[in-house]
């Protein structure tokens, strides 16, 4: 679950560093490097677990404290940039689905 969002970041990071190196303004760099670097926190924030066997809960407790190392690696390559501020933009509200089929 986490391989494609860690590439993802990975390739956002990329390009940031891309922008801020061959960027002829150092503000404009800044400004586009933090685009890119929110355009994905933001992505992150709109990432939805499905755990199709509703059992303990683990699952969705690994995949939720994966996700938040991960956020935080993306906080603190923002922080540095000029006017960040941490966002709480988690979007929707958490919602548990199962269904269930009893035999007799």
Do not use: H
């Amino acid at each position: 679950m986490m391989a494609p969002l860690r590439v993802e970041w990975r390739n956002a990071r990329a390009e940031m560093e891309k922008i801020q190196l061959t960027g002829k303004v150092k503000q404009k760099a800044e400004a586009d490097a933090m685009k890119v670097g929110l355009a994905f926190r933001t992505r992150l924030a709109t990432v939805r677990v499905l755990d199709p066997a509703c059992g303990s809960g683990n699952f969705l407790y690994v995949a939720l404290k994966e996700l938040k190392r991960l956020e935080g690696e993306v906080d603190r390559a923002l922080r540095p940039q000029k006017g960040y501020k941490r966002a709480m933009d988690f979007q929707g509200s958490p919602s548990t689905r199962c269904s269930f089929t009893a035999s007799s």
